[in-house]
Nanobody, 113 residues
Framework: QVQLVESGGGLVQAGGSLRLSCAAS??????MGWYRQAPGKERELVAG???????NFADSVKGRFTISRDNAKNMIYLQMDSLQPEDTAIYYC?????????WGRGTQVTVSS
């Protein structure tokens, strides 16, 4: 069993920045990711990072978002710059361990125009 706890969301104006954090309850050696779900839309992958640090991003956030991890602290981060109103969503931390998928409760990000 793994618990994931997100933090760092909030209200920001367009063009601003936020840094999301996700704390895992134990050491994770697997790929982790950030997803988001906007009202009325399906949950979508925002960014992923392997244990070795290889990253991937949704096209909509490339060049604006950065994902990183600190394995010593069991943490992953999502640095979000140049935020736009369309980035408004609940952001979730994600971990897949074999056939099991773990989610945090999410953190709300609201970008005003």
């Amino acid at each position: 069993q793994v618990q994931l706890v997100e933090s760092g969301g909030g209200l920001v104006q367009a063009g601003g920045s936020l840094r999301l954090s996700c704390a895992a309850s134990r050491k994770i050696f697997n790929t982790m990711g950030w997803y988001r779900q906007a009202p009325g839309k399906e949950r979508e992958l925002v960014a992923g990072i392997t244990n070795g640090g290889t990253t991937n991003f949704a096209d909509s956030v490339k060049g604006r978002f950065t994902i990183s991890r600190d394995n010593a602290k069991n943490m992953i981060y999502l640095q979000m710059d140049s935020l736009q109103p369309e980035d408004t969503a609940i952001y979730y931390c994600n971990l897949r361990l074999g056939s099991l998928t773990y989610w945090g409760r999410g953190t709300q990000v609201t970008v005003s125009s």
